[in-house]
């Protein structure tokens, strides 16, 4: 093998600290680790939807996440017998009296007259007030997402239904066995007048911003709405409460109660700024949504319900939630179209497919043709011409341009479904879909590889399966080249689901390399993996409270936050890297010499008989060349706390001698970000000069770098 004897030294042109350095050494000896990147003969194409994001309703993505509300509970069916979230203010409980109390939804067990305060069949629940004496200050208080974010010189757009009244007696149809006297005394109404509104810290004592309505006579719910405004002394903070609160006395009512800051773009109904910036910011080409568990529910009746999460939020009841709380709705389908139109990303939308997760599954037929006609109106609604009726209604929510629509996935993990009903139901939904929609793509949940015995074998094999990988940052390195050995002839696959799992509530630097090991391995396979997206997306981070649970529910997740601020993993910023520097053509490469460590041995092994520590590589590799600029991005990981050299030979074709780096990298594995320390790991770049075409390169200690070359195009 020809090589330099010696070749020049690099020029760190100061980004950098001195650990990012990237060196160039003569090589030592026959043992050194190569890798050979071929620039005569193009590889295959890149996909061109390789990276995108994946999304559900958990660890309170959405409500107390990426959806900007910050009321929770707003329309009181959290809990039917409990105003979770919200609580009395009484500023002085000698000079006034006052109780709170949930009206619920029809239920046997309310009184008849409480049954006549729904707005509509959506919001039939309501907060209700009792003001009997009024010497000083009563109201009602939410306390937010794990706190109200107050910030300066920020306006929110607050709003609520309200009305007044005095307490009657129970009204009686004659002849009823109705009902038991309401428990509320005989108070005069004197509810009309102003309504005063803050945002205030959660012990009363300061103000952030204040308003007034004016409250007129009706018997009938009225919507109110004004504008908050912080001023320019406002520390931030999230030890704050949203109040609505009066001095006079009489029975209020509220209902649909919202607050919301600034919105991403300014959209209405819209999005937390910092979140949506975040997802932008790693140029995602795809999202793929409802879920995961949420599109399937704990029940068949909780089955994403993608049509009363449209419209006007009056009409959006909210629904049972897959990860233990209710979901508001108020991030709909059109909401999750708008998401991916911010991110210039097509949706992957999966449709329900009749199987949920306590087992129940709908047989193919007869019985499942209602939800698959549910899954057409939803693709209607999605790509349909302003002339489908459900096109239509997508114009009348505000959107008239149809989304571009490529790929259906047909229900979520039906690997699950241990009945074997699977197969008829994909092949019932592709069917129809694809009759209607000829140019449709029709994903199976359950993939080849993963569940042989239960693969879809009716009618023509689907195009695409979905793999899903949750493994720690060993199996990550051990199963790093899989794809190098799937047939080419084969379906193409989408990894939809995938991460290293290790940090909790985010991933930390081990996890991070776990990822981009397992993404080179991807990205060198990118003929065959037409997609794939990292699970799951988000996390709040707020513990539990004396009022609140526990906000997430799955560790190692990718994005953190609370009511206030937000941050990235270590593996948030690898997806962001390897999304943002991709070429469109995989560069054919050789390694020789990887060096290897053992893995230790679990409990899997010892039951597959294996005794002797499997060996695993150290070092991974992928390389891609954008064919319009002539830059090569080369992706190295160094998963050791040793530095590592590498010889790179890039064979063929004219080289710039200036290039460009970027390193993530850390001290040990478990470093990570928090959000208290949101920055610990975070990517460096730096400029070097005098790369040839044969080069040494030391990986700094548990590191992912990415070059940027520039070739002659
Ligand atoms: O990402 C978390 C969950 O993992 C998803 O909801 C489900 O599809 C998978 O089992």
């Known amino acids: ?67 900007a509300e910050l009321i929770r509970n707003r329309i009181f069916k959290d809990n039917p017998t409990k105003a979770e979230a919200w609580s009395l203010v009484q500023d002085d409980s000698n000079s006034s009296k006052a109780t709170m109390k949930i009206i619920a939804a029809i239920q046997d067990n309310v009184p008849f007259d ?48 309200i009305k007044g009244t005095a307490s009657i007696q129970p009204f009686r149809r004659p002849g009823s066995q109705q009902p038991p006297t309401p428990d509320v005394p005989v108070i005069e109404d004197n509810t009309a007048g102003p309504i005063t509104v803050t945002i205030e810290s959660n012990d009363g004592k300061t103000i952030y911003a204040s308003g007034t309505i004016d409250l007129v006579k009706s018997t009938f719910w009225k919507k109110y709405e004004l504008a908050l405004t912080t001023s320019a002394a406002v520390k931030s903070t999230t030890d704050a409460r949203f109040v609505i609160s009066t001095t006079r006395t009489g029975l209020y009512y509220f209902n649909l109660v919202s607050l919301f800051p600034p919105t991403y773009k300014n959209q209405s109904n819209g999005f937390r700024q910092d979140l949506m910036q975040m997802l932008v910011d790693m140029k995602p080409k795809f999202l793929r949504f409802p879920g995961g568990n949420y599109l399937e529910g704990p029940l068949i009746t909780d089955a994403f319900p993608w049509k009363t999460t449209l419209g006007p939020l009056e ?32 949706p992957v939308l999966g449709v329900y497919a009749g199987y949920s997760l306590n087992g129940d599954h709908v047989d193919s037929g007869m019985l499942l043709k209602p939800y698959l ?98 493994r720690n940052s060993w199996s990550m390195w051990e199963n790093a080249s899989q794809y190098d050995k799937y047939d080419r002839n084969g379906p193409k696959i989408f990894v939809g689901e995938w991460a290293t799992r290790e940090g909790a509530p985010t991933t930390n630097l081990n996890a991070a390399l776990g990822d ?34 526990k906000a997430w529910q799955w560790d190692s997740d990718l994005i953190g936050y609370n009511a206030l601020t937000s941050y990235g ?8 890297l390897f999304g943002s520097y991709l070429g469109n053509r995989i560069v054919p490469m050789t390694a020789e010499n990887i060096p290897t460590q053992p893995r230790p041995l679990t409990r899997r092994d010892s039951t597959d008989g294996i005794t002797t520590p499997p060996l695993v590589p150290t070092v991974f590799y992928s390389a891609t060349k954008d064919e319009k600029t002539g830059v090569i991005y080369l992706k190295v990981v160094n998963t050791t706390g040793k530095q590592q050299a590498v010889e790179i030979r890039l064979k063929g074709g004219k080289i710039s001698a200036d290039a460009t780096m970027i390193v993530i990298k850390g001290d040990k594995p478990d470093d990570t970000n928090t959000i208290i320390e949101p920055e610990k790991v975070m990517p460096v770049t730096s400029k070097i000069k005098g790369v040839v075409s044969t080069f040494t390169r030391t990986l700094d200690p548990y590191s992912v770098s990415i070059l940027q070359i520039q070739t002659g195009k």
């Open 1 to 67: 093998m020809k090589r330099n004897s010696f070749q020049t030294s690099i020029l760190n042109l100061g980004f950098g600290l001195l650990g990012l350095i990237f060196f160039i050494l003569p090589n030592v000896n026959a043992q050194t680790t190569k890798l050979t990147l071929d620039l005569t003969s193009p590889g295959a194409n890149v996909s061109p939807m390789l990276y995108g994001l994946m999304t559900e309703e958990i660890n309170h993505s959405y409500d107390g996440g990426l959806y």
């Open 114 to 161: 409480e049954r006549r305060h729904a707005i509509n069949g959506a919001l039939q629940s309501c907060l209700r007030l009792t003001v009997e004496k009024a010497g000083s200050r009563v109201g009602i208080a939410n306390e937010g997402y794990w706190g109200i974010p107050v910030k300066p010189n920020t306006t929110y757009r607050a709003s609520f239904y």
């Open 315 to 346: 009409n959006r009841p909210g629904h049972r939630g897959s990860w233990g709380y209710r979901a508001s709705d108020g991030l709909g389908l059109l909401e999750f179209l708008m998401w991916c139109e911010n991110m210039s990303a097509e």
């Open 373 to 470: 006609d549910d899954a057409l109106d939803e693709i209607e609604y999605v790509m349909g011409d302003v002339k489908t009726y459900w096109g239509a209604k997508r114009a009348a929510d505000g959107h008239p341009a149809p989304f571009k629509l490529t790929y259906i996935e047909i229900g979520n993990e039906d690997w699950f479904d241990r009945s074997g009903s699977y197969n008829g139901r994909f092949t019932q939904f592709r069917e129809a879909i694809e009759k209607k929609y000829p140019k449709l793509i029709c994903i199976s949940t359950i993939a080849d590889a993963q569940y042989p015995t239960q693969k879809v074998t009716t009618g023509k094999k689907p195009a695409v399966l979905d793999e899903h990988y949750y």
């Open 516 to 549: 981009a090991a397992w993404m080179t391995g991807m990205e060198r396979n990118s003929d065959l993996i037409i997609m794939s997206c990292y699970a799951p997306l988000f996390v709040n981070v707020n513990t539990a409270t004396a009022t609140a649970p």
């Open 569 to 576: 993993s270590p593996s948030y910023y690898v997806q962001k």
